[in-house]
């Protein structure tokens, strides 16, 4: 075998065996943050990361600091960020050890996730899948593959499933590296795996697997060379099951010696010895060796004391890149342009896409039955199919975490994806990835990895959907931080936010309400809007005061503050009491970022507030609003701020008198009014 790539491989198998006793050695200095290192799994990683190309992406799990040396990081890199050092080039300082992102020219790219057991095995087929929509745009790709690197213990979670599945459906160029060593923390592969991933992967028809053992270097470096040139010409999906032994602690917190019971049986299958006399096959002398392995040694020590004596983050950098800048930030555009024909709330969506489209070839949609036979179960995507063709507008599986975890890898490829959840209730599968992928990818990347995506929710209660499909989940999204909310009450901001949202560099969910859509539910007329010019765009963080009123001394004046549906709700109440001058609206449009200046000021000037959501009101979005209103507000208003929402129940019934029983309606609304006026 080529002595240099013999070399180098031994120089970095022994740089991290360094570093793995070193932090041994001083475990209670590092020990202060949780750690892992690749001791027994140097060899796969390096075979692996020696070989990767400035245009591939690979996605490490915790334990892959060897991936990372091999690409040309250096030692001193990781250990700033073992030890959370400001200039940590990863995170500066926010994530553990071995969670890295990066964006160097001169190496492969690696988009930010999280401790990674499982969960990067779907941002990292998202990449692979927007490989393949460039290819077929005929965008250069130069040929990159995505390499997603997991423990075997991982893949029996439900989200390689997904995974594996699309990778195998869409045939992507990706390659997933299963390092087995025959552990997950305290439970071995025998209490926990029906089979291997090498065995799991031959039930998904199209993707290719193999089994290697992963000690060995020259078999390692040479099995994954045929693997990543097959990938790189055929584009097609591989994976790569590799046998090593853990030969640390599972992580500094759990420590072998508490659980291990095949220390001994493990040792005898360290690759380091089996390497080292590899280059004594292939004409390496001893001294040769001893020379690697000092200066090995030396450069870990002097860069561990470097690192050591590193800068802290400050606390003024906790606040830092938790978005990326939007360019939307003032009403654009024309919003009732003359001549123009009043549309239906779905139809703006619709029309906002196909422009966004027909400018943009980066542009996708994807998600449950939006493709060309059915266009949406709404119709919201109809015809997008047939303008666009199958590769740009298409069907997932039943996936909802792939749909959404995928856009996390669409967009580090640089597209960006407008993805939908058929229904508000089915969000909870895809809640994993919304939370650890996607809401925290600039954030711990320290701005280097922002997702920019949109995320559609058709949400809220019409004509007897049911229990599982007329939920409000608004309060469990509002509190995913680092995700832009809108949630419009007509056709016209709809649009405006859906062309801002395409703009803005982060993650956006759009909560569209099922009843507005057509304004088939009486009442709701006023979602009905002309539909605005291409060039609208409405800022996140702007609400809309309507029905604007200026208090007469001694009159009662009450601040409704809503959203969605609310809106309807607190209009029509308002003109059914003959009270349009007394009470004023206000629409937020977004949930987050929040207008709180438009909020209060409402208040402040009204002397009265009423919230008013869909939700149940127990414990909501809508409460926690409610009381940083009363804590704001409290020397200006003449009562408490009250709130009116959902009955709390459980669930929202399919009978149809039980469901309006259930939610709000403008006659609860106004009843609510009523009393706030009288108090």
């Not at 040396?69 to 073992?82: A, E, H, R, W, Y």
């Not at 552990?183 to 209490?191: G, K, L, P, V």
């Not at 060796?289 to 020590?301: F, G, P, T």
């Not at 009905?528 to 001394?553: C, H, R, T």
Request: aromatic share 8%.
């Amino acid at each position: 075998m080529n002595k240099d790539i013999l070399k180098k491989a031994f120089k970095n198998l022994v740089s991290a065996k360094a570093m793995s006793e070193l932090y041994e050695a001083n475990f209670k200095v590092v020990s202060k943050y949780v750690h892992a290192t690749s001791r027994g799994h140097e060899v796969i990683q390096t075979a692996v990361g020696m070989q990767l190309k400035p245009q591939d992406y690979v996605y490490p799990y915790y334990r892959d600091d060897s991936i990372l040396l091999s690409i040309g990081m250096t030692p001193k890199d990781l250990m700033l960020q073992l030890l959370a050092k400001k200039e940590d080039p990863f995170s500066a300082g926010r994530t553990y050890y071995s969670h890295p992102s990066l964006r160097d020219d001169d190496k492969p790219k690696i988009p930010h996730q999280s401790s990674a057991t499982g969960m990067q095995a779907i941002p990292a087929t998202g990449a692979a899948m927007g490989l393949w929509y460039k290819e077929k745009l005929k965008q250069d790709t130069r040929q990159g593959v995505v390499v997603c690197s997991l423990g075997d213990a991982s893949v029996t979670e439900g989200e390689i499933a997904e995974a594996l599945q699309m990778a195998a459906l869409k045939q992507l160029p990706i390659i997933y590296v299963v390092q087995d060593n025959g552990w997950d923390i305290s439970a071995n592969a025998e209490e926990t795996r029906a089979q291997n991933a090498y065995e799991y992967a031959k039930g998904f028809n199209g993707l290719e697997a193999i089994s290697i053992d992963g000690t060995d270097f020259e078999t390692s470096y040479t099995e994954f060379n045929k693997v990543l040139k097959t990938v790189r010409n055929e584009r097609r999906p591989f994976l790569v099951h590799a046998k090593c032994p853990l030969l640390n602690h599972h992580t500094s917190g759990v420590r072998m010696e508490f659980y291990r019971d095949d220390l001994e049986e493990s040792k005898k299958r360290d690759p380091y010895p089996k390497l080292k006399q590899q280059l004594l096959n292939n004409g390496f002398t001893d001294d040769e060796l001893e020379a690697i392995e000092n200066e090995s040694k030396a450069i870990v020590a002097k860069d561990y004391q470097e690192a050591l004596l590193a800068e802290d983050p400050k606390s003024e950098d906790l606040y830092t890149y938790d978005f990326a800048e939007t360019s939307v930030t003032a009403e654009v555009g024309v919003r009732t342009p003359d001549n123009s024909e009043k549309v239906v709330m779905v139809d703006c969506a619709l029309f906002a896409i196909e422009e966004l489209m027909q400018e943009h070839p980066e542009c996708l949609l994807y998600g449950q039955d939006v493709g060309g036979r059915l266009g949406g179960v709404f119709r919201e995507a109809a015809t997008l199919a047939q303008k666009f063709g199958d590769h740009r507008v298409f069907n997932t599986p039943i996936q909802e975490a792939f749909i959404v975890g995928s856009t996390v890898g669409m967009s580090a490829v640089g597209l960006k994806p407008i993805v939908e959840v058929q229904f508000a209730d089915y969000i909870w599968p895809g809640l994993n990835q919304l939370f650890t992928e996607v809401s925290r990818s600039c954030y711990l990347s320290n701005g280097k990895w922002p997702v920019s995506m949109i995320l559609r929710v058709p949400i809220g209660a019409y004509g007897s959907g049911g229990p599982y499909h007329s939920s409000s989940v608004e309060s469990v999204v509002t509190n995913i931080r680092g995700l832009k909310i809108a949630y419009p009450s007509n056709g016209a901001d709809l649009k405006g936010l859906m062309k801002a949202a395409y703009y803005d560099p982060n993650p956006v969910v759009i909560f569209e309400h099922k009843g507005l859509y057509w304004s088939k539910v009486p009442g709701t007329k006023g979602a009905i809007s002309v539909e605005p010019s291409k060039d609208y765009m409405l800022p996140f963080g702007k609400a809309n005061v309507l029905q604007e009123i200026w208090p007469q001394e001694d009159q009662e004046t009450i601040s409704v503050i809503t959203y969605g549906m609310g809106v309807h709700w607190a209009m029509n109440a308002s003109a059914e009491l003959g009270l349009q001058n007394q009470i004023e609206v206000v629409d937020l449009r977004t949930l987050h970022p929040l207008d709180e200046q438009t909020i209060m000021k409402s208040v402040k000037k009204c002397g009265k507030c009423l919230v008013v959501t869909e939700e149940p009101s127990n414990n909501t979005f809508a409460r926690a609003l409610s009381g940083k209103i009363q804590e704001e507000c409290f020397q200006y208003i003449d009562a408490p701020v009250m709130t009116i929402g959902s009955e709390n129940m459980p669930a929202i019934p399919l009978n149809s008198t039980l469901e309006e029983t259930m939610i709000p309606s403008t006659a609860k609304v106004k009843a609510k009014l009523e009393e706030l006026l009288a108090y």
